[in-house]
C-alpha cells in the first residue's frame, strides 16, 4: 500500500508558544514506524522547542496529531518537513512552508478591543496609521507564501510587524 502524504499546523489563541500539527495523509502503509518533523528558519537554522538538542521532532506514527509545545516566540514562517519512515528509510517526505501569525493577529485584537473602549486612542500616535500599516505586513506575509511561496519575504514582513507590537507606546 501507499500514502499520499498531507499534514496540516494549527496556532491556538491560548497558547501562542505551541501549535499542533496533524497527520492528514490518505490512503494506508502498514509498514510505516515513525516520523520525523524538521522546522527550518528561512536563515537556515532549525527551530526546536525549549530544550531540544536536535534539530528534529519525533511523532509517533499512532498518533494522529502532536502538539510541539514551547516552540514559537514570535510569528514564524518556516518550512516544515515530516519524513514518515519504514525502520530507518524514508519512505515518503512533505515540506511545506507555514505561516504562524498568531502573536500579530491576538495584538491586532487588543488594538480592536481598545479601540471600542477608549475612543481617545484612535487620534493618538498615528494609531490607524500603524494598525493598517500591521495588518497590510501581515497580508504581505500571507501572500509571500500563498502566492511567491517566499520564506524569506514573509519573514521579514513578520519581523517588521513584531517591532511595531514591541514598541506599542511609539506606534500606538
Known amino acids: 500500500m501507499a500514502i499520499t502524504p498531507a499534514f496540516s499546523t494549527a496556532q491556538s489563541a491560548g497558547t501562542l508558544t505551541s501549535f499542533t500539527i496533524t497527520d492528514d495523509s490518505t490512503g494506508s502503509d502498514s509498514g510505516l514506524t515513525g516520523r520525523l518533523i524538521t522546522i527550518r528558519k528561512y536563515d537556515g537554522n532549525y527551530l526546536v522547542p525549549t530544550g531540544y538538542t536536535v534539530t528534529y521532532i519525533y511523532w509517533t506514527i499512532g498518533d494522529s496529531d502532536l502538539t510541539i509545545e514551547e516552540i514559537l516566540d514570535k510569528d514564524y514562517c518556516v518550512d516544515i518537513t515530516v519524513r514518515w519512515f519504514t525502520g530507518s528509510t524514508a519512505t515518503y517526505s512533505l515540506t511545506q512552508l507555514t505561516l504562524f501569525t498568531g502573536y500579530s493577529d491576538l495584538f491586532l485584537r487588543?488594538?480592536?478591543?481598545?479601540?471600542?473602549?477608549?475612543?481617545?486612542?484612535?487620534t493618538q500616535n498615528n494609531f490607524w496609521l500603524n494598525k493598517n500599516k500591521l495588518r497590510v505586513l501581515l497580508d504581505d506575509a500571507a501572500q509571500a507564501v500563498s502566492l511567491l511561496n517566499d520564506q524569506t519575504i514573509a519573514q521579514f514582513c513578520l519581523d517588521d510587524a513584531k517591532d511595531l507590537t514591541d514598541n506599542i507606546s511609539t506606534f500606538f
Open 110 to 122: 487588543q488594538l480592536t478591543q481598545a479601540l471600542a473602549a477608549n475612543r481617545v486612542t484612535i
